[in-house]
T-cell receptor
Framework: SQTIHQWPATLVQPVGSPLSLECTVEGTSNPNLYWYRQAAGRGLQLLFYSVGIGQISSEVPQNLSASRPQDRQFILSSKKLLLSDSGFYLC??????????FGDGTRLSIL | QKEVEQNSGPLSVPEGAIASLNCTYSDRGSQSFFWYRQYSGKSPELIMFIYSNGDKEDGRFTAQLNKASQYVSLLIRDSQPSDSATYLCAVDNTNAGKSTFGDGTTLTVKP
């Protein structure tokens, strides 16, 4: 069966520090991969999605970037975090034309 | 106009009642429709998906789709306090390669 791993579960970072969140999927090949952010009490904001290695689509211009160095690995990065980057970050995967399945999320607080 | 709209709620129903959650979408090319449940502080989990017009039942849950009216709904029969959560509607256009999520409806089931 397929599983998705996302870490860390919580993260506290100072303003201006770098960020790296990692997500890996097991049990499937060539998944579609997604990064979302959810502010408190709000809906999901799609940040990036990828349909294959090296293929990244950005939905929202910001100081975040994403990379997919391997088929089942998706990384969210930032060189300098802003206060507005705080939120609940979710990684998800799906097969072609299939529902998305989410990781447990990373709660990021910027101080 | 948002691409996927849901009543923000909160929706409150007594235990044992039927909860009705509604979702409208703007893209007539949408082909797949999903309902996710998100408990406070947790990641979304898929509870239902529907691709064809009509009703689809799974236990206490029924998804209803009307493509002509661009409307999808979720009915929860015999609501339980454990059903208290935010319910997210997601709509997928195959050509887009990604789902669009509504902002969610918060449901509270009172004992």
């Amino acid at each position: 069966s397929q599983t998705i791993h996302q870490w860390p579960a919580t993260l506290v970072q100072p303003v201006g520090s770098p960020l790296s969140l990692e997500c890996t999927v097991e049990g499937t090949s060539n998944p579609n991969l997604y990064w979302y952010r959810q502010a408190a009490g709000r809906g999901l904001q799609l940040l990036f999605y990828s349909v294959g290695i090296g293929q990244i689509s950005s939905e929202v211009p910001q100081n975040l970037s994403a990379s997919r160095p391997q088929d089942r690995q998706f990384i969210l990065s930032s060189k300098k975090l802003l206060l507005s980057d705080s939120g609940f970050y979710l990684c998800a995967w799906s097969g072609s034309n299939q529902p998305q399945h989410f990781g447990d999320g990373t709660r990021l607080s910027i101080l | 106009q948002k691409e996927v709209e849901q009543n923000s709620g909160p929706l409150s129903v007594p235990e044992g009642a039927i909860a009705s959650l509604n979702c409208t979408y703007s893209d007539r090319g949408s082909q797949s429709f999903f309902w996710y449940r998100q408990y406070s502080g947790k990641s979304p989990e898929l509870i239902m998906f529907i691709y064809s017009n009509g009703d689809k039942e799974d236990g206490r849950f029924t998804a209803q789709l009307n493509k002509a009216s661009q409307y999808v709904s979720l009915l929860i029969r015999d609501s339980q306090p454990s059903d208290s959560a935010t319910y997210l509607c997601a709509v997928d256009n195959t050509n887009a390669g990604k789902s669009t999520f509504g902002d969610g409806t918060t449901l509270t089931v009172k004992p």
